[in-house]
Nanobody
Framework: QVQLEESGGGLVQAGGSLRLSCAAS????????MGWYRQAPGKQRELVAR???????NYADSVKGRFTISRDNAKNTVYLQMNSLKPEDTAVYYC??????????????WGKGTLVTVSS
């Protein structure tokens, strides 16, 4: 199976920065797209940023200009550089990957999440 392992979450003061990483492993032929989602307390999960294998990226309006998503296709790894963090960014951040394997194309997989806490 495919596994996604996130790292880089933690506690940071407002205005600070964090960099999240997510590495995919397992039965992978190719990864079409990878992204980051987040779920804040009492809120639904929402898209933060997404990037395709061709490096086309899109962002939620709330993070544009502050967050940058990138990926290393050779390592099946996606990153999220988060700058100018705000308390409103506090959430569990989840890695997502759309994966093609030999038998089943286009399956989505999720990481277990990493907690980001931004203090005021």
């Amino acid at each position: 199976q495919v596994q996604l392992e996130e790292s880089g979450g933690g506690l940071v003061q407002a205005g600070g920065s964090l960099r999240l990483s997510c590495a995919a492993s397992g039965s992978i032929f190719s990864i079409n797209a990878m992204g980051w989602y987040r779920q804040a307390p009492g809120k639904q999960r929402e898209l933060v940023a997404r990037i395709t294998s061709g490096a086309n990226a899109n962002y939620a309006d709330s993070v544009k200009g502050r967050f940058t998503i990138s990926r290393d296709n050779a390592k099946n790894t996606v990153y999220l550089q988060m700058n100018s963090l705000k308390p409103e960014d506090t959430a569990v951040y989840y890695c997502n990957a759309e994966v093609d394997n030999i038998m089943v194309p286009g399956m989505e997989y999720w990481g277990k999440g990493t907690l980001v806490t931004v203090s005021s």
